[in-house]
């Protein structure tokens, strides 16, 4: 939606390399949550985020909250990060979901 | 590790019946929720619901109800259904209202 706008809306990658995805917000977000819908439709959740930045392996991922933004860096894409990768800021007491950015990664 | 289950995970009828979903969590959350996730992958928040409070969208036509026997169930009914409401359902649990969620695999259905 308009108040989570996600970049880019789509992405191809070669495998091995590596990218970032970007989440900006219209609302005083307060924490952030990363999911990875895979092919099957499985919603993944990937982080959770109060501002700072987080790591899980090939994967980091920043809140800034002051600047209104997320990012969701990925090292060494692999064929199994291909799916659509949604953001969702919570503002109090409501979560709102971006409009997804789909990654395919190429061999 | 799947802990928040749904069935079915796919159902087709027709315009005007109705139908209802399951959604069961075995994560000991508070709060449950559902969400309609359109054929552009747009996710939109339905309903959230603890054991003390019933959240709404508004925007959710009055067909749609949710129907809870305790906090580890969250049911979906859908009293007469409509094409519009083909779709993918997506339920989802937290520990406590904005805490991380867990999903579901989701239920597709599908309106003739």
């Known amino acids: 939606g308009d108040k989570v706008k996600q970049s880019p809306s789509a992405l191809s990658l070669q495998e091995g390399t590596n990218s970032a995805l970007r989440c900006n917000f219209s609302?005083?977000?307060?924490?952030v949550q990363w999911f990875l819908q895979n092919p099957r439709g499985s919603l993944i959740n990937l982080f959770y985020l109060v501002p700072g930045t987080k790591e899980n392996g090939r994967l980091k991922s920043t809140f800034n909250s002051k600047e209104s933004y997320s990012t969701l860096h990925i090292r060494d894409a692999q064929l199994e990060d291909s799916g659509t990768y949604f953001c969702?800021?919570?503002?109090?007491?409501?979560?709102?979901f971006g409009d997804g950015t789909v990654l395919t990664v190429k061999p | 590790e799947t802990a928040v289950f749904q069935t079915p995970n796919y159902h087709v009828t027709q315009v005007g019946n109705e139908v209802s979903f399951n959604c069961k969590q075995t994560?000991?959350?508070?709060?449950m929720y559902w969400y309609k996730q359109d054929s552009k992958k747009l996710l939109k928040i339905m309903f959230s619901?603890?054991?003390?409070?019933?959240?709404v969208n508004e925007t959710v036509p009055r067909r749609f109800s949710p129907q809870s026997s305790d906090k580890a169930h969250l049911n979906l009914r859908i009293k007469s259904v409509e094409p519009e409401d083909s779709a993918v359902y997506l339920c989802a649990s937290s520990l406590f209202s904005a805490e991380t969620l867990y999903f579901g695999s989701g239920t597709r259905l599908t309106v003739l």
């Open positions: 994560l000991g959350h508070d709060t």
């Open positions: 969702a800021a919570e503002a109090p007491g409501k979560l709102t």
């Open positions: 619901y603890n054991n003390k409070q019933l959240i």
């Open positions: 609302i005083a977000a307060t924490t």
